[in-house]
């Protein structure tokens, strides 16, 4: 007969905190929210943290190079997606790393020979101004100028003027050398009057700019995540099949960290990637596993080596394994199952190894709980993916702006490697739906407003970090009913829209 577990499988929802004594220094600015990213022995540090306890999901729609940038400037990491050649991933990768905190990689390049209608057209595109002349009209071609809108008057300009006609000559030019650091490069700006400053190598090539207008939100970014070069952490997904050819290519370009995205992690698949990267590599390079949704799980994957390990089945927003294969597991239930196997490993062992709640996450405060339970940060797809940075169309729904969102095991993804079970490599069914996403703005904005809730429910909970919070936090399962009781009830909702027309 089959085994039984005695425990229903629960999510998030059903599940509140209870406040604990909140202290005076007990207070939002004094809350610590890095946690581990990678495993470690008892008493040294891990290799690689997160300052927030947020990654991005390993998805077309989520995580590209500019969700990358914008995620490791609040402090966390994007895995950007492996569903794609590994030419392009490793070039996403490139990207990210070229993009030093508070160097921008060139958008909009011409060539001299271009015209002033060749410019226009890319300030329409791009919607940027600044556009670095190169000789091949490429981002890290030789700079022989720049131009600006100060450089042409349309009215006055024939629009077929090449641009070597009107463009500020490289002679002209101040221009910041390959090893300047971001302190330096804004003296030269301040100093000169400057809006941006072009940065070069020794054979005057382009490598980034620093801009003017960027300079308060460096200051702004005080948890940004970086490596010793001051580059960006990144991330990226491997699948069970390729890796041999994927991995050597992603680690050429620079990447921090590896996670095997898989919708089932527990398989011989896993620990011959694991053992494939263990091998050829030993502990340089780092990698997630999974995911998982149970003590064995976790257990098999810790001893093939993963670094981190993900946990959730079927309980994404846009997933739907859970009825097309009727497995899986309530998320929070998920959680609390592996955070317990994890602490008996470390206590076993000596090694802690980090566990990530990845999907379903729906509200801010189930970020909260995911901690509570034990995790040491979460995945997020559905979230990330209603933003201005997601690599995903911004387009208009009955009047609403929506962002597209698609699952990796829908037909739009093609992602078969994701629920490969081994045998003939193709897909048979699939696991997730193509849907939308209320557009929601920048990240930094949404981010800023979610740690902040975190913050408030950590203080009431009298918990200064993760690991006080994963000790201390009193959880509670709620009843139906009183779930009803905690939205607005017996009142009728002001339409705040009906109360601002006239009438
Ligand atoms: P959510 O944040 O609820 O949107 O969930 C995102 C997670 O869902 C991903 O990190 C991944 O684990 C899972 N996913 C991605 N695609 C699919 C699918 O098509 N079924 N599921």
């Known amino acids: 007969m089959a085994k039984f577990l005695k425990e229903p499988s629960r999510t998030f929802s059903e599940y509140l905190l209870i406040p604990g004594y909140t202290s005076e220094d007990c207070i939002p600015d004094n809350v610590d929210l890095s946690t581990p990213l990678v495993k470690y022995k008892k008493g040294e540090q891990p290799s690689l943290h997160l300052n927030i306890p947020m990654v991005s999901a390993v998805m077309q729609a989520v995580s590209g190079e500019e969700m990358a940038c914008a995620l490791a400037r609040e402090g966390g990491v994007s895995f950007i997606y492996g569903s794609q050649s590994i030419e392009s991933q490793a070039a996403m990768v490139r990207k990210v790393k070229a993009t030093k905190s508070g160097f921008t990689g060139s958008d909009s390049n011409v060539s001299p020979d271009a015209t002033l209608a060749d410019v226009l057209a890319l300030k329409e595109k791009t919607g940027h ?28 300009m ?49 490598k980034a700019f620093v801009f003017r207008k960027d300079y308060a939100s460096h200051k702004d970014n005080p948890k940004e995540l970086l490596d010793e070069q001051k580059r960006y952490i990144v991330g990226a997904g491997i699948n069970t099949r390729d890796y041999e050819q994927r991995v050597p290519a992603l680690v050429e370009a620079g990447v921090d960290i590896l996670c095997i995205d898989s919708s089932e992690g527990y398989s011989c698949w896993q620990a011959k990637t694991l053992q494939w990267i263990r091998e050829k590599y030993g502990d340089t390079v780092k990698v997630g596993a999974g995911n998982v949704v149970d003590e064995d799980g976790f257990r098999f994957l810790a001893e093939a080596g993963a670094d981190f390990v993900k946990i959730g089945i079927g309980g994404g ?99 078969w490697q994701r629920y490969d079970v081994g045998g003939e490599g193709k897909m048979s069914f699939v696991e997730g739906v193509d849907s939308y996403v209320p557009y929601a703005g920048t990240l930094h904005e949404n981010v800023g407003l979610t740690l902040s809730k975190i913050s408030h429910t950590m203080c009431n909970c009298g918990c200064l970090s993760i690991p006080d ?12 009913t009183s779930i009803v009781e905690g939205g607005a009830h017996d009142v009728v909702v002001r339409d705040e829209s009906f109360d601002a027309k006239p009438h």
């Open 158 to 206: 024939d629009l077929s003027t090449p641009v070597k006609e009107f463009m500020t000559p490289f002679e002209k030019l101040i221009v910041g050398k390959e090893d300047i650091s971001l302190s330096e490069a804004n003296d030269l700006i301040w100093d000169h009057k400057l809006n941006q400053l072009p940065i070069v190598d020794e054979n005057q090539r382009l």
């Open 469 to 480: 919070l994963q000790k201390n936090a009193k959880v509670t399962l709620v009843s139906s």
């Open 317 to 415: 927003s846009i997933c739907i394994t859970r009825e097309q294969k009727g497995i899986g597991r309530g998320q929070a239930t998920a959680t609390l199952d592996v955070a317990r196997a994890r602490d008996k490993y470390f206590e076993e062992t000596g090694v802690y190894i980090p566990i990530c709640s990845d999907g379903g996450i729906v509200h801010d405060y189930h970020i909260t709980l995911a901690l509570a339970f034990g995790a040491d940060f979460v995945m997020l797809g559905r979230y990330f993916a209603r933003f201005k940075e997601a690599p995903n169309n911004l387009v208009s729904i009955n009047g609403n702006y929506m962002k597209e969102y698609w699952g990796e095991g829908s037909a739009r993804a093609r992602n």
């Open 129 to 156: 101004s600044t556009m670095a002349v190169t000789e091949n009209g490429e981002a890290d071609g030789k700079l022989v100028g720049i131009v600006t809108s100060r450089d042409y008057r349309v009215s006055r």
